[in-house]
């Protein structure tokens, strides 16, 4: 016992984001967990030198499909980066766990990087709590486990929703909808772009066919594998966003949102989903 005390008041502590600096850190790992294995839960974030690449593990017990679920996604710099700031200036503290304690409900956070001490180190959060670090992981995983989604099938889609425009600008978005009538052979289109109130869209009604160009345009971009996508940018407060909406007669469904984050292929589908409509309704006077 006396070792243990004197091993603690000599320990140092770290100060994260002075000793050790952020960019030295290679990985973070929270988790929790108690005696049923369904309440464990962690995730990981590491940065790899040699490979110049991040990674995002989370396990998890998912109610869905009844099971653990273990998963691991590439993440970019810019949120390994945001990962890492929420730990800025917090201490790393030696920690010994009470050997009396043989059950219960625990969670704990640690970092490493090349100089890391040896013993049981972990993150003291204090009054700020771990609530910022989580927050941290979950944008990531937001803004990247889409990349992991197998294809949804487009075939035989009833409805198409897609907008995209500022936040802070009234009206300031383009905003596009195709509705599959009940006979099946009439599509309603709506469009509305920037600038324009709701109750000022132009209205259509045009052959099943278009469809079938929306669903080509979906697989094309990739935007069969965007369903989950919850992007955002916690850094920027203001600027753009994106909803997009797909459901298809068989019942499969696409559902993707993002502020200031986008998937990869949103570009391309901004752009080919205006040049579509574009073409049913072509400028005044031609």
């Not at 984001?17 to 960019?23: A, H, N, Q, V």
């Not at 993707?256 to 579509?276: C, I, Q, R, S």
Request: hydrophobic share 35%.
């Amino acid at each position: 016992m006396l070792l243990s005390s004197l091993t603690a008041c000599f320990s140092k502590t770290y100060t994260i984001g002075t000793d050790p600096k952020l960019e030295d850190i290679t990985s973070v790992t929270i988790g929790g967990g108690g005696m049923e294995y369904s309440s464990s839960w962690s995730w990981s974030a590491c940065h790899s030198e040699r490979k110049d690449s991040y990674e995002l593990q989370r396990v998890w017990w998912s109610e869905d499909a009844n099971e653990m679920k273990d998963v691991t996604v590439a993440i970019d710099s810019y949120a390994y980066e945001k990962i890492l700031d929420s730990l800025k200036d917090l201490k790393y503290v030696r920690y010994d766990p009470p050997k009396s304690v043989m059950d219960g409900y625990s969670e704990s956070a640690r970092i490493f990087w090349p100089d890391h001490p040896s013993g049981s180190y972990r993150i003291d959060f204090g009054e700020r709590g771990m609530q910022e670090l989580l927050s941290a992981m979950n944008e990531a995983w937001g803004n990247h486990a889409y990349k992991t989604n197998e294809a949804v099938s487009v075939k035989g889609m009833s409805f198409f929703s897609f907008s995209y425009g500022p936040t802070d600008l009234a009206y300031g978005n383009d905003a596009y909808t195709a509705e599959i009538n009940e006979t099946g052979d009439q599509v309603l289109l709506t469009r509305k772009l920037s600038g324009q109130p709701e109750e000022e869209a132009q209205q259509k009604s045009v052959t099943a066919s278009f469809l079938a160009r929306l669903e080509n345009i979906v697989r094309s971009v990739g935007a069969d594998r965007w369903d989950g996508f919850s992007g955002n940018d916690s850094w920027v407060m203001d600027g753009s966003a994106f909803s997009l909406f797909i459901s298809t007669e068989d019942g499969n469904s696409i559902s993707a949102n993002g502020h200031e984050m986008y998937p990869e292929g949103f570009t391309l589908l901004n752009k080919e989903v205006a040049d579509l409509f574009a073409e049913y309704f072509p400028p005044e006077g031609e």
